[in-house]
């Protein structure tokens, strides 16, 4: 086994911003396919439609993936941990003003939504939404993934540490797959025995345990082949990395199996605790498939397509874009007066994602970018490598 490189510096995965895209892309799929009906219609496209999200999968993983890179790198090259306060304010600043501002919008001009009691505002700020039943409103039904991932944000330097130890062993990806999924495991079957409730503990970041494990397991095995010291162990994932036609296959092959009535309702309806339990299961080949050929593997034409200027300024705006578009959605059937569950799918959806990119990249340009430039965490930092702290800060921060 070869020795770890010191001080080797933990470089951006530019291809992955496009990943973000496909998630994001795949809840607007999924959102217009229950706006207009199409997701409970008999079609071949209803039941795709109502599978997309999907694209909650592909976020989970691919955070679990890029924010324990760091912690793994950190432990793997001998450079102290990232600091759980500059950690904290970075995605404190990265994800709550934006989001800020949509629950603002969102409860102030949506007529569903007003008169907004102050129970509503405390949740929906806070990130509390999700631990009481029905507390969703109107334009903010997709933030409950968004408190799902807050909850992890804050538990993933302990995670870090009690999963990675204070000594560097690649093996551990094995510990850290095995414990997410053993989390999921149990929790599903407390669902199943009735002590959990599937209307609301299925919104808990235990029921996610496994995707995020997933993603920060992968994130391991990656910093064990680049700082070369996992011999041939986990090598063949570079290979499988290689063949991105074999994975994405393998990825649409899962959801074509999610599409058949072995997961259950396609409404909101609730599914059983097997049909969610399997649902976990499939979801997660698709989302690991999905992010391996651009985590893994050479470069490649399609890593430097998806990781061109088109993909990357469309990774910047994607969080936008999964924040506004249930507005534009709700928008779009208030002015042009539209009947509930109706319209074309194709149509709503083209309308939708434009909006949606509109109000995004106002979102980013106006709010985002300007508090993620904002350099004063109110703790104090370390004094590092001035190459080694930028290289952290872009993994971290690209998220």
């Known amino acids: ?237 570079d290979d499988l990395g290689a063949a991105p036609l074999a994975c994405w296959s393998i990825a649409l092959a899962a959801l074509a199996v999610a599409t058949t009535p072995i997961l259950g309702p396609r409404d909101l309806a609730e599914p059983t605790a097997a049909q969610f339990g399997l649902k976990m299961l499939l979801y997660a080949v698709v989302a690991v498939m999905v992010v391996l050929p651009v985590a893994f593997g050479p470069a490649t034409r399609t890593k430097a397509v998806l990781g061109g200027v088109v993909g990357r300024w469309l990774g910047r705006v994607s969080y936008g874009l999964f924040l506004w578009h249930p507005f534009v959605l709700e928008g779009i059937y208030l002015v042009g007066d539209r009947p509930t569950f109706t319209g074309d799918p194709g149509e709503i959806f083209l309308l939708t994602v434009a909006g949606g990119l509109v109000l995004a990249a106002l979102s980013y340009y106006v709010v985002e970018r300007p508090f993620q430039r904002w350099n004063g965490p109110p703790v104090r930092r370390r004094r590092r490598s001035s190459e080694t702290q930028s290289a952290v800060t872009a993994a971290t921060a690209a998220n």
């Open 1 to 237: 086994m070869s020795v770890p490189i010191p001080n080797q510096v933990l470089r951006r995965l530019p291809a992955l911003d496009a990943v973000r895209v496909i998630g994001a892309l795949a809840v607007v799929g999924h959102h217009v396919g229950f706006a207009t009906g199409a997701n409970t219609n008999d079609s071949g496209l209803g039941s795709w439609l109502s599978r997309l999200d999907v694209g909650v999968a592909i976020f989970f993983v691919l955070s679990g993936f890029l924010l324990f890179r760091p912690y793994a790198h950190s432990l793997a090259t001998y450079q102290p941990r990232p600091s759980t306060g500059r950690y904290l304010w970075r995605r404190a600043t990265r994800i709550l003003p934006a989001y800020w501002v949509t629950v603002v919008v969102c409860l102030l001009v949506l007529p569903q939504n007003r008169p907004a009691p102050a129970g509503d505002w405390w949740r929906h700020l806070t990130l509390t939404q999700i631990y009481e039943p029905r507390q969703l409103r109107h334009g903010l039904s997709q933030t409950w993934s968004l408190a799902t991932e807050a909850t992890f944000y804050l538990l993933l330097p302990l995670l870090a540490a009690l999963l990675l130890g204070r000594r560097w062993r690649p093996g551990r990806a094995s510990l850290i797959i095995v414990a997410g999924v053993g989390i999921t495991v149990g929790w599903v079957v407390l669902m199943g025995l009735g002590v959990l409730d599937l209307g609301l503990h299925t919104m808990w970041l235990p029921s996610y345990a496994g995707w995020f494990g997933a993603g920060m397991a992968l994130a391991t095995v990656h910093v064990s082949l680049r700082t070369g010291d996992s011999g041939n162990r986990w090598r063949w994932l």
